[in-house]
């Protein structure tokens, strides 16, 4: 079955830190660029970041450049997102996407929520 599955979404303190992981399936994983795309709540869809495959390319949107990490390991068919110095603004259903610029496929999403 093709598909993505998000995990180790969670509650966390502002200045704290998480990972995120999406465990891909069906595919050929390694051959796919890879998105993170997160939904605060009550907001639309916001790019996140990206990870270009058969490089160490990565895109991060500014608003959390320096702070998240995008990263893969291919043996295990697993995408990862580094979360460090969480910020309320961070809390957001995070998504983990096939493709950089024609997405298509989509995780259900993992809920990251900062707050003290």
């Known amino acids: 079955q093709v598909q993505l599955v998000e995990s180790g979404g969670g509650l966390v303190q502002p200045g704290g830190s998480l990972r995120v992981s999406c465990a891909a399936s069906?595919?050929?994983?390694?051959?796919?660029?890879m998105t993170w795309v997160r939904q605060a709540p009550g907001k639309g869809l916001e790019w996140v970041s990206s990870l270009r495959t058969g490089s160490d390319f990565t895109y991060y949107s500014d608003s959390v450049k320096g702070r998240f990490t995008i990263s893969r390991d291919n043996a295990k068919n697993t995408l990862y997102l580094q979360m460090n110095s969480l910020k309320p603004d961070d809390t957001a259903l995070y998504y983990c996407v096939r493709g950089r610029w024609a997405m298509d496929l989509w995780g259900k999403g993992t809920l990251v929520t900062v707050s003290s």
């Open positions: 069906g595919f050929t994983f390694s051959t796919y660029d």
